[in-house]
């Protein structure tokens, strides 16, 4: 949580800014989950993109834990329908990566 904070503050100090803002926030959430995601694929041995929508996290790949963030958003809004920014927003901000978002909506569509 700590680091989330020192992250978001560094970022609104790059925008000059003397309050962080929602973004800033994200931004940092991002980055934590980016650098926990680069560390799991040093650990498999670097699979590369290749096959990281086969890779396990947490028991699911990673195709079935981004299909999850969208159903549980649709459930959750009670919408048919998301727009496509919002979707990738949230699957960024989960520390996905936008290849994997597009292999996840090809392999469901």
């Known amino acids: ?27 940092a959430i991002r980055l934590t989950h980016m650098s926990k995601s680069s560390l799991m694929e040093h650990d498999d041995g670097g ?5 990281s929508s086969k890779r396990k996290w ?8 981004i299909f999850n963030i969208i159903r549980d958003f649709s459930t959750s809004s009670r919408s048919q329908r998301i727009e496509l920014k919002l979707v990738e927003a949230m699957v960024l901000r989960k520390g996905f990566t936008e290849q994997q978002l597009k292999q996840c909506l090809e392999e469901y569509q």
Do not use: M
């Open 47 to 51: 699979l590369g993109d290749q096959n």
């Open 1 to 27: 949580l700590l680091s989330i904070l020192r992250l978001s503050q560094g970022l609104a100090r790059l925008r000059f800014s003397d309050y962080v803002a929602r973004e800033d926030v994200d931004e």
């Open 58 to 65: 947490g028991g699911e790949d990673v195709t079935s834990r």
